[in-house]
C-alpha cells in the first residue's frame, strides 16, 4: 500500500510511518497544497495498490487529500484515512522519527 502521508514538516519528523510519502501539504485548502501531493499521486498510480491518507487527527485535511487524490484518477474503492490519524494511532511503536 501508498501511505501518503499531509502532516506539516515539524509533525512528519516527530512521527511517521516508515516509507510514507511525505507531503507536507495540510491541511490541503490551497492549490500550491494540493499541487505538494502530486508526487504521491504518480506514487500511487505506478503501485496501483491501496492509498492510505495519514494526517494529524483524520479529519478535514484528509478528507480534502482524499478528494484530491479520487480527481486524480485514483479509483475510490483503494483510498482509505487513517481513522483517527496519527494522534489515535495506539502503536507509537511503529512510528518514526527524522
Given at each position: 500500500m501508498v501511505l501518503v502521508d499531509i502532516q506539516v514538516k515539524d509533525e512528519f519528523s516527530l512521527h511517521h510511518f516508515k516509507n510514507s510519502i511525505e507531503t507536507n501539504s495540510?491541511?490541503?485548502e490551497?492549490?500550491?497544497?494540493?499541487?505538494?501531493?502530486?508526487?504521491?499521486?504518480?506514487?500511487?498510480?505506478?503501485?496501483?495498490?491501496?492509498?492510505?491518507v495519514v494526517c494529524p487527527r483524520g479529519g478535514g485535511g484528509a478528507k480534502r487529500c482524499y478528494t484530491?487524490?479520487?480527481d486524480q484518477?485514483?479509483?475510490?474503492?483503494?483510498?482509505?484515512?487513517?481513522?483517527?490519524?496519527?494522534?489515535?494511532w495506539p502503536y507509537k511503536e511503529m512510528m518514526e522519527k527524522r
Amino acid at each position: 500500500m501508498v501511505l501518503v502521508d499531509i502532516q506539516v514538516k515539524d509533525e512528519f519528523s516527530l512521527h511517521h510511518f516508515k516509507n510514507s510519502i511525505e507531503t507536507n501539504s495540510f491541511p490541503v485548502e490551497t492549490e500550491e497544497q494540493r499541487k505538494m501531493i502530486n508526487p504521491a499521486v504518480a506514487a500511487a498510480k505506478a503501485a496501483g495498490t491501496d492509498v492510505v491518507v495519514v494526517c494529524p487527527r483524520g479529519g478535514g485535511g484528509a478528507k480534502r487529500c482524499y478528494t484530491y487524490l479520487k480527481d486524480q484518477g485514483i479509483a475510490e474503492e483503494k483510498l482509505f484515512i487513517l481513522e483517527g490519524g496519527v494522534d489515535k494511532w495506539p502503536y507509537k511503536e511503529m512510528m518514526e522519527k527524522r
